[in-house]
């Protein structure tokens, strides 16, 4: 069975600091991987996708990294602020699949205190 | 939220009633999609289209049904509402299944059931 497995399940650091997110997945055969912010009563938002072939992909103050071998995957975030607070989703598509073929992870709720 | 929208956004209503939730689209994208998010949960599949009038089934089916008669508009109906119903309910569009084409999620429709 296809899952996405995500820790910690949540996060509590101080603004400023970095932290790191962590995925893991046994979703095969692998196409890509997406990772989602989800700020509360709001829907998800992409904050990148990455194939098998990417190893590590950035956007702004976030960067994720993808080890297709073990098949995990990290979202780093730099610098933190009060506006990362957030749930933080990673969600891993097979290249099999049509459009049922995305398995989503619970998710990591991360919180920036001042 | 890329040009969807989902009324309503928020419906209390009463065990045995039907319920309608409607997702509207300006970005034209074939694919359409209905989710439900619960607490313990990651997003999970409960109706999807690839085209007016295709529609298939995913997960978390039972106890709903979809319609899509146009391309803008994706339908939702609880035929007779249940407590296990309440839940969070975000519809999500796609252009193509394909990498690097993305999912964008709308704002959700938090629904009750009493």
């Known amino acids: 069975k296809n899952q996405v497995e995500q820790s910690p399940q949540s996060l509590i650091i101080l603004e400023g600091k970095n932290c790191t997110l962590q995925?893991?997945?046994?979703?095969?055969?692998?196409?890509?991987l997406r990772w989602y912010k989800q700020d509360t009563g709001r829907g998800p938002v992409s904050l990148t996708i990455m194939t098998f072939s990417e190893n590590t992909k950035s956007n702004g103050r976030y960067t994720a990294t993808l080890d297709a071998d073990t098949k995990q995957s990290s979202l780093h975030i730099t610098a933190s602020q009060l506006s990362d607070s957030a749930s933080y989703i990673c969600?891993?598509?097979?290249?099999?699949?049509?459009?049922?073929?995305?398995?989503f992870g619970k998710g990591t709720h991360l919180i920036i205190q001042p | 939220d890329a040009g969807i929208t989902q009324s309503p956004r928020h419906k209390v209503t009463e065990t045995g009633t039907p319920v309608t939730l409607r997702c509207h689209q300006t970005e034209n994208h074939r694919y359409m999609y209905w989710y439900r998010q619960d607490p313990g949960h990651g997003l999970r599949l409960i109706h999807y289209?690839?085209?007016?009038?295709?529609?298939d089934k995913g997960e978390v089916s039972d106890g709903y049904s979809v319609s899509r008669s146009k391309t803008e508009d994706f339908l939702l109906t609880l035929e007779s509402a249940t407590s296990s119903q309440t839940s969070v309910y975000f519809c999500?569009?796609?252009?193509?299944?394909?990498?690097?084409?993305?999912?964008?999620f709308g704002p959700g429709t938090r629904l009750t059931v009493t």
């Open positions: 969600v891993v598509r097979n290249s099999g699949g049509g459009a049922d073929g995305l398995t």
């Open positions: 995925c893991n997945y046994t979703v095969s055969p692998f196409s890509n």
């Open positions: 289209s690839y085209g007016v009038k295709d529609t």
């Open positions: 999500a569009i796609s252009e193509k299944l394909s990498y690097p084409y993305e999912q964008y």
